[in-house]
C-alpha cells in the first residue's frame, strides 16, 4: 500500500501543495478551485509544515459518520467520502483528532484528502519533495533503550 510521507524539514511554506490540491479538485460545474484538503502550518516565518489527512487504520471520522459515507478506498488506501450517501451532520469534522476534514465553502459539504485517486497532486508539485507518495516499507522495531532509573529523575540546584 502506498501512502503519502511528510518531511517537515523540507518544507520552504511555500505553499504549493494547497495550490496543486485545489486545483486538482476543481468544481467540474463552477469551474472553481475546490477548498484545498493540504494546509501549511508555520511554526515561525522559518519553520512550515504541511498538515494533511493521516488516513488513520482506524478513522475517527469514519466511525462518527452515521451514513456510512466514508470508507476506505481498497485501490488507494485513502478514506474516500461518498457525497451521496453524506447526510451533511458533520459529525466527521468534529470527530477528527487532527482537524483534516473542512467544509467546502459553497455547499458546507466535508472534503478531505483523497490522494487524488492514487496520484496526490500535492506530492507530485512539492518543490523540495516534502511532501512524497510511496509504498509502506515495514519499519524494524528498534530494540529498546534501557534508561538508568537515575536518569529519570530531575535534579535541580539552587
Known sequence: MKRLFVTPSLCIGCRTCELACSFAHTDRESLLPGKSRISVFAFTPEVHTPIVCLQCDTPA????????????????????????????????????????????????????????????????FCPTKALQFGEVKPEIPAKPEIIPEEALTTKFSF
Open 61 to 124: 471520522c469514519g466511525y462518527a459518520c452515521p451514513s456510512g459515507a466514508l470508507t476506505r478506498n481498497k485501490e488507494t488506501g485513502a478514506i474516500d467520502l461518498i457525497e451521496d450517501k453524506c447526510v451533511m451532520c458533520h459529525n466527521c469534522v468534529a470527530a477528527c483528532p487532527f482537524g483534516n476534514l473542512h467544509l467546502q465553502v459553497r455547499s458546507q459539504v466535508p472534503v478531505k484528502c483523497d490522494l487524488c485517486g492514487g496520484d496526490p497532486m500535492c506530492a507530485k
